[in-house]
Nanobody, 123 residues
Framework: QAQPVESGGGLVQAGGSLRLSCATSGRTFSADPMGWFRQAPGKEREFVAAINWSGGSTSYADSVKGRFAISRDTGKNTVYLQMNSLKSEDTAVYYC????????????????WGQGTQVTVSS
């Protein structure tokens, strides 16, 4: 079954940067919106960012606007999340999602999920 695969997580100091990648198998999701969510311990999974199929339209959670940037390389079937000016509250498992059928910020709107990659920001 097609599934997104995240990579790029790790430990970084506050104020630092990380770039997450989400690889998708073949052309399965090339025509679909893609998104990033995150889940901190004890909290619900929350929307981070989304991008349309062409990369021409993006949306962000207020908490990451101006710091994070989502992009995609359709030739490589990969979606990226560039995270700058990281804060301790950005610490979470980050998940890539594909095939949006409803409102982007709603978890149930997305049909396919990766296994997640841990991002830890030390203060």
């Amino acid at each position: 079954q097609a599934q997104p695969v995240e990579s790029g997580g790790g430990l970084v100091q506050a104020g630092g940067s990380l770039r997450l990648s989400c690889a998708t198998s073949g052309r399965t999701f090339s025509a679909d919106p893609m998104g990033w969510f995150r889940q901190a311990p004890g909290k619900e999974r929350e929307f981070v960012a989304a991008i349309n199929w062409s990369g021409g339209s993006t949306s962000y959670a207020d908490s990451v606007k101006g710091r994070f940037a989502i992009s995609r390389d359709t030739g490589k079937n990969t979606v990226y999340l560039q995270m700058n000016s990281l804060k301790s509250e950005d610490t979470a498992v980050y998940y890539c999602a594909a095939r949006q059928t409803g409102a982007a910020p709603v978890v149930k709107s997305w049909g396919y999920w990766g296994q997640g990659t841990q991002v830890t920001v030390s203060s």
